[in-house]
């Protein structure tokens, strides 16, 4: 199977713009129903097993990015949470949609959230940043590798199997 390329024409067509506003809705509804477990140095926030998708389907890019933006204002933890927790998971989903298979996707929403979330949860709850790196990094392995693998999985064998999906 071909991934599609990330560019801004497709992006903007239809199909794109309709899987982005799925995963950008899906993405805000999970994370503010779960926001107990979602929200702090301590979360694994279920939604982003979402953040595999990308390499999948890179239209979901700019669905993460949003959908991000709309938890991330529910979350009580500021503009530093809205701007810095957004933005990573835009560039990690952006480097997610180049990973070369689905093992290595789920390594960047790993990594930057870890560091980045890690980084200013540490500095807003003034908490050790290796400690807060720890528990951001954990409840990411168990979001993008023990969800969002198997989801991907599934995904790409029923597109295999003759279903159609966003791929455009």
């Not at 700019?62 to 204002?73: E, H």
């Not at 070369?100 to 560091?115: E, G, I, Q, R």
């Not at 720890?134 to 023990?146: D, H, N, S, W």
Request: aromatic share 8%.
């Amino acid at each position: 199977m071909q991934k599609s390329r990330l560019n801004m024409k497709s992006l903007l067509a239809p199909k794109s713009l309709a899987v982005s506003g799925l995963v950008a809705a899906a993405y805000a509804v999970v994370t503010i129903l779960f926001a107990p477990i979602s929200y702090g140095h301590i979360q694994v926030r279920i939604s982003e097993a979402l953040t595999v998708l990308p390499f999948l389907f890179p239209q979901a890019v700019p669905g993460l990015f949003i959908g991000c933006l709309i938890a991330n204002f529910a979350g009580g933890f500021g503009i530093l949470d809205v701007v810095l927790g957004s933005g990573a998971t835009l560039i990690a989903a952006v480097l997610t949609a180049r990973m070369p298979n689905v093992w290595l996707a789920s390594v960047p929403p790993v990594l930057v959230n870890m560091a980045v979330v890690g980084g200013y949860l540490s500095f807003l709850l003034d908490i050790p940043f290796l400690l807060c790196a720890l528990y951001v990094g954990l409840g990411q392995v168990i979001a993008c590798c023990f969800l969002g693998i198997p989801l991907v999985l599934l995904l790409e064998r029923r597109m295999k199997k003759g279903g159609t999906g966003p791929a455009l």
